[in-house]
Structures are given as structure tokens and as C-alpha cells.
């Protein structure tokens, strides 16, 4: 099964689309261009992501010249426009526009990665008899690279079940917020989705869509009043221990994404939100932190203050362990 390189960490571009914080106009091209000059070499977007593509496409049309479109990899996703169930498509019609409308906004001509995005909001059949055959069919065309589907775990392992007996398996799948400090339920699972034939195992979100976060979550985040709470606990026990809460859940997810030893076992890349040179940059040294550290079991034994803060938030984080958020929401 061959499979291209990529680099551990992907940049993602869903901060650029304005839903964390605001930035002023030279940030997108900052991110972007530190995260390649530093080895990261794929970046993921979305339309759902606000005008995330179109700031991306805009960016990289100013570094084309220094990092040529062959030199990385673009993914994005159909099917979700916007936070209602009304504003899913999946159709076949839909799904050929959406690719378009991305490459136009990307300023490419091919895109490496599409998903098909939160598949959960939507019957099965509109994803394995919709979507999915038209973005196959575009992968014939040479329009797209790779195909597969995002979210929750237990519909990715169903749908890459079904692919894998239709002899059309999925290339990728990515599930966010499944592998960090609250829900590590994504990486036991891995092996499964290679079963089934799938090359690339993403992971998404180690602060878990901001939740994480030294300023704590943004208001839209999902997480329970009393989850919320309990990282409100997290984060003040790791600064009375003098740890960067964000250093911290990042070696925690990296860790138990990357340090099993074994690349079938391991997750092919985790898609972190970066917005300005600085977090690209502290994004990368938790990575080299973690991995020349870890042992392999979610605690950096080779540095006592980050393994002693762990131990502490484990504790306060053990009511919520494995926890998610309803999906789709009821208010959908």
C-alpha cells in the first residue's frame, strides 16, 4: 500500500476562517509560510470553515513562488455548509460543485485529500450512494487525490466497513476530539480502520476545538457546563505547577497518537488549528518534545514537571474520561 509523506502535523486552516479569534491581514500567510519553512507539508480546510479556503487559496498564491503546489498537500471536505442539518448536501450534484468551488477558492488545479464532512448529520445511503461514488468518480477524473469521510467513530468504522466489501475502500478517514487529555477512544480503533483497508488515519483537535486552551473555550463549544469546568480546574493546577496547559495536552495527545512503535498502530497525522507563527511553532516543539520524550503511554516520563502534571489532571479529568458531546446537536 503506498503511501505519500507527510509530515506529522498538519496545519489546520479552520482559525483562518475568522471562528476562534481575529487576526489582522498578513497572519495567513505568516501561518501557512512558517508552518512549510518548518517541515509541515499538508494543511486542512473546509467550506464549513467559514472563508477559510478563500484565505488559503489567497495565501498561497503569495508563496507559490518559494513553495510550488507539488512541494504540499491540500485537504478539504464536502457536504456541510453550514451548522443546521437543513444546510447538509450530499448529493451528487452538490458534492462535484463543492470540489470545484474549493479548487477555484484554493487556486489549484487538484486537490490531495476531500472528505466527506460530519457524515453523522446524514442517512448512510447519502454518503456510500451518493457522495462517495461521485468523489471516486472524480478520483478517476485526476480532480482528486484521495477520498474519505470525517467524524464520529462508530458511523467512519460502518462506512469504511461497507467500502471495504464494496471493494472500494475509503483512503482516509479523520475523527477530531478522540485522542486528547478528555477521549482517547480513536487510537485502540486504528488497527480496524487498516483492516478495512484505509491508508490514513488522521486525528484532529489535541485542545479539543479550543476547549483546552489557556483562555479556555470558545462560547459555541459543545463540552457540558461541568466539562468546562473541570478544565477550568485542569488548567489552573498546571499553571500553580508552572506547565503550559497547551504544552501539556498537546505532548498528551501526540504521544498516544504517534508513540506505539508501530506505524500500523500509530496515526498517520493529527490536524492542529494554528493561527500565527507562534502557535506554529509551539505546536512543533511539543511535537519534537513528545516524541524524542514519550515512552509511549501517554506520560513523558523523561520530564518530571509535564509527567506530574498529567497525573494531576488525569485525576480531575477521570468523571469526564471518554466523554463526547451529542452530535448532531438538538438544536440542528
Known amino acids: 500500500?503506498?503511501?505519500?509523506?507527510?509530515?506529522?502535523?498538519?496545519?489546520?486552516?479552520?482559525?483562518?476562517?475568522?471562528?476562534?479569534?481575529?487576526?489582522?491581514?498578513?497572519?495567513?500567510?505568516?501561518?501557512?509560510?512558517?508552518?512549510?519553512?518548518?517541515?509541515?507539508?499538508?494543511?486542512?480546510?473546509?467550506?464549513?470553515?467559514g472563508n477559510s479556503e478563500s484565505v488559503v487559496g489567497q495565501a498561497l498564491e503569495k508563496i507559490y513562488k518559494d513553495h510550488p503546489r507539488e512541494s504540499f498537500y491540500i485537504s478539504t471536505k464536502i457536504g456541510r455548509y453550514g451548522y443546521f442539518k437543513k444546510d447538509f448536501d450530499y448529493s451528487a450534484k452538490r458534492t462535484r460543485m463543492s470540489v470545484m468551488s474549493s479548487l477555484e477558492k484554493l487556486k489549484t488545479s487538484y486537490l490531495d485529500f476531500v472528505y466527506c464532512h460530519d457524515v453523522e448529520f446524514v442517512d448512510l445511503d447519502q454518503v456510500t450512494d451518493c457522495a462517495l461514488p461521485e468523489l471516486f468518480k472524480m478520483k478517476q477524473e485526476g480532480i482528486i487525490k484521495n477520498v474519505g469521510i470525517s467524524y464520529p467513530l462508530d458511523i467512519l468504522l460502518k462506512i469504511a466497513e461497507i467500502q471495504h466489501k464494496k471493494g472500494q475502500p475509503l483512503d482516509q478517514v479523520l475523527s477530531y476530539c478522540h485522542a486528547n487529555l478528555h477521549n482517547q477512544q480513536a487510537i485502540p480503533i486504528i488497527p480496524k480502520f487498516r483492516s478495512y483497508g484505509?491508508?490514513?488515519?488522521?486525528?484532529?483537535?489535541?485542545?479539543s476545538m479550543g476547549l483546552l486552551r489557556s483562555q479556555g473555550p470558545p462560547e459555541w463549544h459543545p463540552a457540558s457546563s461541568e466539562l468546562k469546568s473541570a478544565v477550568t480546574s485542569c488548567i489552573e493546577c498546571m499553571s500553580a505547577n508552572n506547565c503550559d496547559p497547551v504544552e501539556v495536552a498537546m505532548t498528551y495527545a501526540f504521544d498516544i497518537s504517534f508513540s506505539s512503535h508501530d506505524d500500523y498502530?500509530?496515526?498517520?497525522?493529527?490536524?492542529?488549528?494554528?493561527?500565527?507563527?507562534?502557535?506554529?511553532?509551539?505546536?512543533l516543539g511539543a511535537l519534537t518534545n513528545t516524541l524524542k520524550l514519550s515512552n509511549g503511554d501517554g506520560n513523558n516520563q523523561f520530564?518530571?514537571?509535564?509527567?506530574?502534571?498529567?497525573?494531576?489532571?488525569?485525576?480531575?479529568?477521570?468523571?469526564?474520561?471518554?466523554?463526547?458531546?451529542?452530535?448532531?446537536p438538538a438544536d440542528a
Open 198 to 207: 484505509v491508508k490514513y488515519v488522521f486525528m484532529a483537535s489535541p485542545l
Open 265 to 283: 498502530n500509530n496515526a498517520d497525522g493529527y490536524v492542529v488549528g494554528m493561527l500565527g507563527k507562534d502557535q506554529v511553532l509551539s505546536s
Open 303 to 328: 520530564n518530571p514537571k509535564i509527567a506530574a502534571c498529567l497525573e494531576q489532571v488525569k485525576k480531575i479529568m477521570a468523571p469526564f474520561q471518554d466523554y463526547t458531546w451529542e452530535s448532531p
Open 1 to 49: 500500500m503506498s503511501k505519500i509523506t507527510l509530515s506529522k502535523l498538519g496545519l489546520g486552516a479552520g482559525p483562518l476562517g475568522g471562528n476562534y479569534d481575529s487576526f489582522d491581514s498578513d497572519t495567513p500567510v505568516d501561518t501557512i509560510k512558517t508552518a512549510f519553512e518548518n517541515g509541515i507539508n499538508w494543511l486542512d480546510t473546509s467550506p464549513y470553515y
